[in-house]
């Protein structure tokens, strides 16, 4: 986690205190406590279940969203079918973090950024994609891709040649992050699962697609979808 998502992180807590706003300033500070505290645990296993790493990632953006307000638009599309599935941890946020620093941060006019997952044969296929200038356009933003370079090396190791990471530009603009790995399933996660309800059984849709415009922290369940049938009763 880059050292300035931490200290953004602190300085859109004091704007929360300097407004009043008091719970969200004591929620936005129970998040960042659950990130640090993921990321400094030394006997995380190699692999965790999609949702949980979902569930990691949403309180990122938990943190963004308040920072940028309105500006970010977050959109999950995720079948359902591979929530279960096994991913390294803590290896979908440093991707939406770059996404957010060298698109929304560099340029004014992006903001949009989409996390995708779906199965493809036996591989499962997880995507960062935003619609910032794309590489062809120099970022501002400095930085040396250790982000990018971190999560190279931990596939590497992970799964050898039985992956992909690719970054390439959208039609229209913007750039995609996929990665392809080897789909595999967390059993307990997948036992505990067929006993809850489908992500989509609300919306009658086959996978996840929550697109979460906002100017402030709200509750975020540990899986974006239930997030999704919270945004589908607001807007009936």
Not at 24 to 52: F, I
Not at 106 to 126: E, K, N, P, V, Y
Not at 202 to 207: E, K, T
């Amino acid at each position: 986690m880059n050292p300035h998502f931490l200290f953004n992180a602190l300085n859109a807590v004091a704007g929360l205190v300097r407004r009043r706003e008091h719970d969200g300033a004591v929620d936005m500070l129970a998040r960042l406590s659950e990130l640090l505290r993921t990321t400094l645990d030394r006997d995380m296993p190699a692999e965790v279940s999609l949702a949980d790493e979902l569930g990691f990632l949403g309180r990122f953006v938990d943190i963004e969203l308040v920072r940028f307000g309105d500006r970010l638009r977050v959109t999950w599309d995720i079948d359902p079918d591979v929530r279960t599935a096994l991913v390294p941890p803590l290896i979908l946020q440093p991707l939406v973090e770059n996404a957010i620093k060298h698109g929304l941060e560099a340029h004014s006019t992006a903001g949009r950024i989409t996390i995708a997952g779906r199965r493809d044969g036996d591989m499962l296929r997880l995507a960062i994609r935003d619609d910032g200038p794309g590489r062809t356009m120099p970022s501002p933003r400095r930085g040396a891709g250790l982000g990018l370079a971190n999560v190279r090396s931990r596939l590497a190791q992970l799964y050898g040649e039985r992956h992909s990471f690719e970054i390439s530009d959208r039609d229209g603009g913007g750039t995609e992050v996929a990665i392809l790995l080897p789909f595999a399933v967390d059993v307990a996660a997948e036992r505990q699962s067929s006993l809850a309800e489908p992500i989509g059984a609300v919306s009658g849709q086959p996978s996840v697609v929550a697109d979460l415009p906002t100017g402030g922290l709200r509750h975020r369940p540990d899986m974006p979808g239930d997030q999704s049938r919270q945004a589908d009763r607001a807007s009936s």
